[in-house]
């Protein structure tokens, strides 16, 4: 029995028998209510492609994660570096906090952290208030990157900038 006021978390668990201690192993309390996040099987995608989830991202690209009990609401990063923490929620990609664009309960948009670059593949999970969820593998290839598209239907002319900033196309290519 949990007893009454105990801070929500993970806590220390042993147990006691004829004066003899266990172990020590963590022990999570959590608040009436509440439910671990949980990633979509395949739900982490390119976010310039949205290619089914089996389709490899490369370090650096953008992607999305989609599942249930993502985070508490609905936020967008308002500064630059991203935050790796957006209302409590953390993406662990390979070990390694992603930034993070946006969090809403079913989905997140990160960056795919560079410190991955090289990898073939990571486990992914989704922190809500320092509390694990899931863990699915995501697939990394350094040549699988996306390019998001002028119409957003993810076809036809991307959406790219030359180096001075102006919008590349055929009248204004770059080299």
């Not at 029995?1 to 028998?17: A, H, M, R, Y």
């Not at 976010?47 to 089914?52: F, G, K, N, Q, R």
């Not at 609401?73 to 209302?87: F, Q």
Request: proline share 9%.
């Amino acid at each position: 029995q949990v007893p009454f006021g105990l801070n929500w978390g993970k806590l220390p668990l042993s147990v006691e028998t004829n004066g003899l201690s266990s172990n020590t192993e963590d022990f999570t309390v959590t608040l009436p209510g509440f439910s671990f996040p949980a990633i979509n099987q395949d739900g982490i995608v390119n976010a310039a492609s949205y290619a089914p989830g089996d389709t490899p991202l490369a370090a650096g690209s953008i992607g999305s994660v989609f599942g249930i009990g993502l985070a508490p609401s609905i936020a967008g990063a308002t500064e630059v570096p991203l935050p790796r923490d957006l209302l409590g929620v953390a993406l662990l990609i390979g070990g390694v906090q992603a930034p993070l664009f946006f969090a809403a309960p079913n989905q997140l948009n990160f960056q795919l952290p560079e410190e991955l670059r090289g990898l073939n593949s990571v486990l992914a999970t989704v922190f809500t208030n320092g509390l694990p969820g899931n863990s699915v593998l995501l697939n990394l290839d350094s040549r699988s990157s996306g390019i998001f598209s002028f119409d957003s239907s993810g076809m036809g002319r991307g959406a790219v900038l030359n180096q001075d900033g102006s919008v590349n196309g055929p009248s204004n290519p770059e080299r």
